[in-house]
């Protein structure tokens, strides 16, 4: 009969500790246990969280290491593209979205089990240029000079601006765009960045890797914005040529003094465009509030047009309505030549963006 390792779901403990808790070699090896770091097993069924393969990355396996780049912005709650390392930004749930010091992060994700084509997480870290790189599986160590640190509870990790120069490195400037706006934005999971520090503590690390990708995106960059989808849909909009539209708008109901926000505004002809995450209007009592907004802003003389996430991958249908939409109302719109050479150049880059999580 298998042994009952109850006691030991979340573990993550050295072969020789393991043994010393009775387990023997040939229960290391069977697929009840999966290595993480050499020498480092968990169980399949129940693996170590996130954050506790961090902690054994940076107490055990590399002492004294720097938690950095996707590692650093998981922990954080930056956002992160889905396709990136095989979906490590969906390892970070919504409910884990308030910040709390103690909230764990799975290290898979949630329903399922190691083992087959489910896998732990890549971690990174960053340790001092004269140091060793080598580990083993499961970790990528950059040899750099330091850059900012903070303590996200028990773990050192890069700060929130250093982070983003490190994701600068992997990603295109339009994803850095959208970790920028969740960092500074309303929702932002730790507050109190603004473009400001973000780019004083970017250009303390002049020269290094990733910077002037990472001042681009802060040029870009905007405040106010409330989800990914929205940070790449306004970047697509510009690109296509049409004028910047102002990012969450808020309109003031003169009666009521109730406030709405417009996703994406131009306010010269009161039209806005909405952008609805895969995550929107999962409930009847959503949509109809989703219509009560609408009704109010129409009261208001604001027309309003709706895109999602399939616009993003497929956007030539979207464009040209739009270019038509609000080219009738007296906007400057690109030509149709331009608006489906940027339609055919976006769906072959096929964005991959981290599902919003559904507004209140």
Same mark, same amino acid.
């Given at each position: 009969?298998?042994?009952?390792?109850?006691?030991?779901?979340?573990?993550?403990?050295?072969?020789?500790?393991?043994?010393?808790?009775?387990?023997?070699?040939?229960?290391?090896?069977?697929?009840?246990?999966?290595?993480?770091?050499?020498?480092?097993?968990?169980?399949?069924?129940?693996?170590?969280?996130?954050?506790?393969?961090?902690?054994?990355?940076?107490?055990?396996?590399?002492?004294?290491?720097?938690?950095?780049?996707?590692?650093?912005?998981?922990?954080?709650?930056?956002?992160?593209?889905?396709?990136?390392?095989?979906?490590?930004?969906?390892?970070?749930?919504?409910?884990?979205?308030?910040?709390?010091?103690?909230?764990?992060?799975?290290?898979?994700?949630?329903?399922?089990?190691?083992?087959?084509?489910?896998?732990?997480?890549?971690?990174?870290?960053?340790?001092?240029?004269?140091?060793?790189?080598?580990?083993?599986?499961?970790?990528?160590?950059?040899?750099?000079?330091?850059?900012?640190?903070?303590?996200?509870?028990?773990?050192?990790?890069?700060?929130?601006?250093?982070?983003?120069?490190?994701?600068?490195?992997?990603?295109?400037?339009?994803?850095?765009?959208?970790?920028?706006?969740?960092?500074?934005?309303?929702?932002?999971?730790?507050?109190?960045?603004?473009?400001?520090?973000?780019?004083? +503590?970017?250009?303390? /690390? *002049?020269? #290094?890797?990733?910077? $002037?990708?990472?001042?681009?995106? @802060?040029? =870009?960059? !905007?405040?106010?914005?409330?989800?990914?989808?929205?940070?790449?849909m306004r970047l697509m909009l510009m690109a296509a040529g049409f004028p910047e539209p102002a990012p969450?708008?808020?309109?003031?109901?003169?009666?009521?003094?109730?406030?709405?926000?417009?996703?994406?505004?131009?306010?010269?002809?009161?039209?806005?465009?909405?952008?609805?995450?895969?995550?929107?209007?999962?409930?009847?009592?959503?949509?109809?509030?989703?219509?009560?907004?609408?009704?109010?802003?129409?009261?208001?003389?604001?027309?309003?047009?709706?895109?999602?996430?399939?616009?993003?991958?497929?956007?030539?249908?979207?464009?040209?309505?739009?270019?038509?939409?609000?080219?009738?109302?007296?906007?400057?719109?690109?030509? +149709?030549?331009?608006? /489906? *050479?940027? #339609?055919?150049?976006? $769906?072959?880059?096929?964005?991959? @963006?981290? =599902?919003? !999580?559904?507004?209140?």
């Amino acid at each position: 009969m298998a042994r009952d390792l109850t006691r030991f779901h979340g573990a993550l403990l050295h072969r020789s500790e393991w043994m010393r808790h009775g387990l023997h070699p040939r229960d290391l090896a069977s697929d009840r246990f999966t290595t993480v770091f050499p020498g480092h097993l968990t169980l399949s069924d129940h693996p170590a969280s996130f954050n506790g393969l961090a902690w054994v990355l940076q107490n055990t396996v590399r002492p004294g290491c720097v938690l950095s780049h996707t590692t650093a912005a998981l922990l954080w709650g930056i956002p992160l593209p889905w396709r990136l390392e095989d979906g490590v930004g969906m390892l970070r749930q919504s409910e884990l979205a308030g910040g709390a010091e103690g909230s764990l992060i799975p290290s898979v994700r949630l329903g399922l089990t190691l083992g087959g084509e489910v896998s732990l997480p890549l971690l990174h870290c960053r340790v001092h240029p004269g140091a060793s790189s080598s580990v083993g599986r499961g970790v990528i160590v950059h040899r750099q000079r330091g850059g900012a640190t903070a303590r996200r509870g028990r773990l050192l990790v890069s700060s929130q601006a250093e982070t983003l120069r490190e994701l600068a490195t992997l990603l295109p400037v339009w994803d850095v765009v959208a970790a920028v706006e969740a960092v500074i934005g309303p929702d932002a999971v730790h507050p109190g960045e603004t473009l400001e520090s973000l780019r004083a +503590e970017v250009e303390a /690390r *002049r020269g #290094a890797a990733g910077t $002037a990708r990472t001042r681009r995106a @802060l040029e =870009l960059a !905007r405040e106010g914005v409330r989800s990914p989808g929205e940070s790449v849909m306004r970047l697509m909009l510009m690109a296509a040529g049409f004028p910047e539209p102002a990012p969450n708008l808020p309109v003031e109901d003169p009666r009521t003094g109730k406030v709405r926000y417009i996703d994406l505004a131009w306010t010269s002809i009161r039209f806005g465009l909405e952008y609805d995450g895969d995550g929107h209007r999962t409930t009847k009592e959503k949509w109809r509030e989703d219509e009560t907004r609408r009704d109010e802003l129409a009261s208001q003389g604001w027309t309003l047009a709706r895109s999602n996430g399939d616009d993003l991958r497929r956007p030539l249908r979207m464009l040209l309505r739009l270019q038509r939409s609000v080219g009738e109302r007296g906007l400057r719109v690109p030509t +149709e030549q331009r608006v /489906r *050479r940027t #339609a055919r150049r976006f $769906a072959a880059d096929q964005p991959s @963006l981290r =599902l919003d !999580r559904q507004r209140p």
